[in-house]
């Protein structure tokens, strides 16, 4: 993905899980969010996670972006 700096940008957590129990986005081993201009949306019923990040700086948020997902075991 490319994106100019000091726009927006929305990234998506490609998951196909119910229920999800979390979902944790991590760029460069940091847990995110880690500032002000980081927001992940919460998750309900299934849906959400997504992280948006405004205001793009290439040197702070350039490189690989995971979120890792954690499904509820049936029964708990």
């Known amino acids: 993905m490319?994106?100019?700096?000091?726009?927006?940008v929305v990234i998506?957590?490609?998951v196909i899980a119910y229920p999800i129990e979390s979902?944790?986005?991590?760029h460069r081993s940091t847990t995110l969010p880690s500032n002000h201009r980081q927001k992940v949306d919460a998750i309900i019923g299934g849906v959400g996670g997504?992280?948006?990040?405004g205001n793009v700086h290439r040197e702070n948020d350039q490189g690989e972006y995971a979120c890792t997902v954690k499904v509820r075991e049936?029964?708990?």
Do not use: A, F
């Open 23 to 26: 979902l944790v986005w991590q």
């Open 74 to 76: 049936e029964g708990k």
């Open 50 to 53: 997504k992280l948006y990040i």
């Open 12 to 14: 998506r957590c490609p």
């Open 2 to 8: 490319t994106v100019v700096s000091g726009r927006s």
